[in-house]
């Protein structure tokens, strides 16, 4: 197989063990140097991905995020298991697990602790990438609450642009072949 000069965001994102997203996040944040083709579309240099690799080790600091929704799902070892499958794959991804949030808690609540200390941790960029499973889908619940508060039309327009948005994102998983078990949010 002949040795590529330039990968494409995919190529790349493989490579490092992140998502598309993450490629175009750190691309838009000046954090990765992109090239575009005649088309607009990104390619970057095989020399820095390889450079990437060496000088990070591959270690991208991770935060683990896992929330089951009652006590009962907790005792059913429900949590303990979406712990074990999301360390399994920062082993895999060969990501540095800096912090570990387990909760257990309705989707809906607002004031979740776990939630807010992982944002915090992403405010204070100590972590790179958030692994968890099914964070989009809370986000969105929580985001139909406050416009099931709104009244009228308002509420009605906010659940549209919720429901597509959680379409978008179902449609983006199948695109990417990823699953919600190994979904990864960047930081």
């Known amino acids: 197989m002949k040795k590529k000069a ?21 691309d ?4 990765l140097p992109v090239t575009r083709t005649a088309t607009n ?5 095989a020399a820095t991905i390889h450079q990437l690799l060496k000088t990070r080790g591959r270690s991208l600091r991770c935060a683990i995020y896992a929330r089951v929704g009652s006590a009962k799902q907790d005792l059913m070892g ?10 399994q794959v920062a082993r895999e ?9 387990a909760e257990q808690t309705s989707s809906l ?11 915090t941790l992403i405010d204070q960029q100590e972590i790179d990438v958030v692994l968890t ?15 099931g508060r709104l009244d009228g039309s308002r509420a009605k327009r906010v659940r549209s642009c919720v429901a597509n948005a959680l379409k978008d994102c179902l449609k983006a998983e ?7 078990e190994n979904d990864q949010t960047p930081a």
Do not use: C, P
């Open 78 to 87: 429900h949590l303990t298991r979406q712990v074990e499958r999301l360390q």
């Open 28 to 31: 838009k944040a000046g954090l």
């Open 109 to 119: 609540n607002e004031q979740r602790t776990g939630l807010k200390r992982l944002l």
């Open 93 to 101: 991804r060969g990501y540095q697990v800096v912090a570990l949030i």
């Open 41 to 45: 579309q990104r390619r970057i240099a």
């Open 174 to 180: 199948e695109a990417d072949g990823t699953d919600r």
């Open 133 to 147: 499973e099914e964070l989009v889908a809370d986000l969105l619940s929580m985001v139909t609450v406050v416009a």
């Open 6 to 26: 330039f990968l494409s965001a995919g190529e790349a994102a493989r490579a490092l063990g992140v998502s598309v997203k993450t490629i175009q996040r750190w």
